[in-house]
């Protein structure tokens, strides 16, 4: 199960296969997803703050940062730092699926180091 932060909390079922695939960079690869993923607690405070829990503007276009354009969707995942590691990986940051799949990915590699600029926010 992705946990998704809209208005409200909406749990989303995604029936996915993950066939992980370790490259030379030590990423993994996401071909198929098959499993529920549950995110932990502070990944949707996270993106409460970072995004108010959208992926998208009104318009239909991905929800980019007001500070950093190249900070975009819901986790606002930096694409000048992150684009091509989650590209590496399959993963696609325009999507909510692919910017929450990239985050948890962070998350379990860095904690919530990646989003110290709005701890004062999520850190509550």
Same mark, same amino acid.
């Given at each position: 199960?992705?946990?998704?932060?809209?208005?409200?909390?909406?749990?989303?079922?995604?029936?996915?296969?993950?066939?992980?695939?370790?490259?030379?960079?030590?990423?993994?690869?996401?071909?198929?997803?098959?499993? =529920?993923?549950?995110? !932990?607690?502070?990944?949707?405070?996270?993106?409460?703050?970072?995004?108010?829990?959208? =992926?998208?503007?009104?318009?239909?276009?991905?929800?980019?940062?007001?500070?950093? !354009? =190249?900070?975009?969707?819901?986790?606002?995942?930096?694409?000048?730092?992150?684009?091509?590691?989650?590209?590496?990986?399959?993963?696609?940051?325009?999507?909510? =699926?692919?910017?929450?799949?990239?985050?948890?990915?962070?998350?379990?590699?860095? @904690?919530? @180091?990646?989003?110290?600029?709005?701890?004062?926010?999520?850190?509550?």
């Amino acid at each position: 199960m992705l946990i998704f932060l809209c208005s409200e909390i909406i749990i989303l079922s995604l029936i996915v296969r993950a066939e992980k695939e370790v490259n030379a960079f030590n990423l993994v690869s996401i071909k198929h997803i098959d499993r =529920q993923i549950e995110l !932990p607690e502070i990944l949707l405070r996270i993106a409460k703050c970072e995004s108010g829990g959208k =992926q998208f503007n009104a318009d239909g276009s991905v929800l980019r940062g007001k500070i950093n !354009p =190249q900070d975009i969707g819901k986790f606002q995942i930096n694409l000048t730092y992150h684009g091509e590691t989650a590209k590496k990986m399959g993963l696609d940051l325009f999507t909510e =699926q692919g910017n929450t799949l990239y985050a948890l990915y962070l998350y379990r590699k860095n @904690r919530t @180091r990646d989003w110290n600029w709005s701890k004062s926010c999520w850190n509550k």
